[in-house]
């Protein structure tokens, strides 16, 4: 969500980039499920970040900090805090499905 242009993302976009071998019952379930458990891991946070809608799920991107962002309009700004701009993006995320793996190249 925070590399979208708006920060929200369909949930059928989420279901199927995340659960694409599951038919759509399963990994509708998955969803609210995953949902779930990022709303109670963030605690009172979730309402000051999270916009979780019926069709769509997204970041309140004026609530967050997102480095990414801040790469794209001025990377001397992460060299300065010693962040590495140059790093690939969501380098260390291991999402096992064929369908994430293939977006996640073509944004890099």
């Known amino acids: ?38 709303k109670r891991d963030l605690g009172e946070l979730a309402d000051q970040i999270l916009v979780i809608e019926q069709h769509s799920i997204g970041l309140l991107l004026d609530h967050i900090w997102i480095d990414h962002k801040v790469a ?11 962040l590495a701009p140059d790093t690939d993006i969501l380098e260390g995320i291991d999402i096992a ?8 190249m073509m944004e890099r």
């Open 1 to 38: 969500m925070a590399l979208a242009p708006r920060g929200t993302l369909t949930r059928a976009w989420l279901r199927d980039k995340l659960w694409s071998t599951s038919d759509e019952k399963k990994s509708a379930s998955s969803l609210r499920q995953t949902i779930f458990e990022i």
């Open 97 to 104: 499905d064929i369908e994430f793996e293939e977006w996640l």
């Open 72 to 82: 794209l309009k001025d990377a001397a700004s992460l060299k300065a805090m010693k």
